[in-house]
C-alpha cells in the first residue's frame, strides 16, 4: 500500500504505537470540536439521508457505523444528537493499525496526487481482504492538521488518516449513473434545423 500511494506521489506513513495514541488523540479532539460548533454537526446531519430515500447523493443512513464501546477510536459522529440513527456500540480492535497518507508539499496538485494515492491504497487494500475507514476530522482544523504531520519531517502535509482492519463487508450505497455524471453539456437544443 505504501507502494501505491508512492506510485502517485505521496506518502503513506505507518506510525508505531506511540504515534498512533498521538494521531487518534488528534483525531479525537477534532471530533470534540466539530461537536461544539452547532453549524458543524447541522452540516453534518445534512450529508445522511433518511430510510426509503433512493438519491444517488449523501450516506444512507444504514451505511452508518457503529462507535467504539471501548471510546478508544475517534469515529465521526455523523448522526449527532440523534438517537435513532446511532448504532449500538461495538468493542473494535485493542490494537488500531493506521496509517497517514501525505504530500511534500501542499499545492493544488498536491492535493490531486493524494486523491489519487488514496484510491490506489484504498484499491490495494479491498484487493488483499482489508477493510479501510477515513479519519479525517483533524484534517479539517489547520492547527490541528498541521499537528498530524510527522514530527522530525519538515516538509509533511497530511491529507488523511486510514484505518486499516478485517471485518464484514459494509452496506451498499447508491451510485449515480456513469451515463449521468459522464456526459459532457452540448449546446442548448433548438427547434429549428440548420440550413
Aim: aromatic residues 6%; hydrophobic residues 40%.
Amino acid at each position: 500500500m505504501a507502494s501505491a500511494a508512492h506510485a502517485a506521489g505521496a506518502r503513506l506513513h505507518i506510525p508505531d504505537i506511540a504515534g498512533t495514541r498521538r494521531l487518534l488523540r488528534l483525531t479525537a479532539a477534532a471530533e470534540a470540536r466539530n461537536h461544539a460548533h452547532p453549524d458543524r454537526t447541522a452540516e453534518t446531519l445534512t450529508w445522511i439521508n433518511a430510510p426509503g430515500t433512493s438519491t444517488p447523493y449523501g450516506i444512507p443512513a444504514t451505511a452508518l457505523g457503529p462507535p467504539d464501546a471501548a471510546g478508544r477510536m475517534p469515529m465521526r459522529n455523523f448522526p449527532g444528537a440523534l438517537p435513532a440513527l446511532r448504532l449500538p456500540a461495538l468493542w473494535f480492535e485493542r490494537h488500531v493499525q493506521l496509517a497517514l497518507l501525505w504530500t511534500p508539499h501542499d499545492r493544488r496538485e498536491d492535493w490531486l496526487r493524494a486523491g489519487q494515492a488514496l484510491q490506489y491504497v484504498l484499491l490495494t487494500a479491498t484487493a488483499r481482504g482489508l477493510r479501510t475507514s477515513l479519519l479525517h476530522q483533524a484534517m479539517e482544523w489547520p492547527d490541528l492538521r498541521s499537528a498530524t504531520a510527522l514530527p522530525r519531517h519538515k516538509r509533511c502535509h497530511p491529507h488523511v488518516l486510514i484505518r486499516f482492519g478485517y471485518g464484514p463487508d459494509g452496506v451498499g450505497t447508491p451510485r449515480e449513473s456513469g451515463h449521468s455524471v459522464a456526459r459532457p453539456a452540448g449546446p442548448p437544443a433548438t427547434d429549428t434545423e440548420p440550413g
